[in-house]
Nanobody, 117 residues
């Protein structure tokens, strides 16, 4: 089992940057594909980005491509989401998640990101 704790959210002006972190418990972090998702008020949760076990594959949602970068440090059991050129529509609760097989089975509690225009 994996426990995930996100941090790094906050209030930022449009055009600014934030880096989210997600720390995972356990000794098998490198066995999991990690993902970032977000949920804005009144909307369904949506995929933002994911990263393969080795970090070699990093698909992104079209809405964040070129602005967000996902990375991981398997030695530190941590996955990151660097968010640049933030827009008001990026305002949401951001969640990290882990999957070993087809479904994301483990989720963090979320961290709020608010972008003011």
């Amino acid at each position: 089992q994996v426990q995930l704790v996100e941090s790094g959210g906050g209030l930022v002006q449009a055009g600014g940057s934030l880096r989210l972190s997600c720390a995972a418990s356990g000794r098998t972090f490198s066995s999991y594909v990690m993902g970032w998702f977000r949920q804005a008020p009144g909307k369904e949760r949506e995929f933002v980005a994911s990263i393969s076990r080795s970090g070699g594959s990093t698909p992104y949602a079209e809405s964040v491509k070129g602005r967000f970068t996902i990375s991981r440090d398997n030695a530190k059991n941590t996955v990151y989401l660097q968010m640049n050129n933030l827009k008001s529509e990026d305002t949401a609760v951001y969640y990290c998640a882990a999957k070993m097989f087809s479904e994301y089975a483990y989720w963090g509690q979320g961290t709020q990101v608010t972008v003011s225009s």
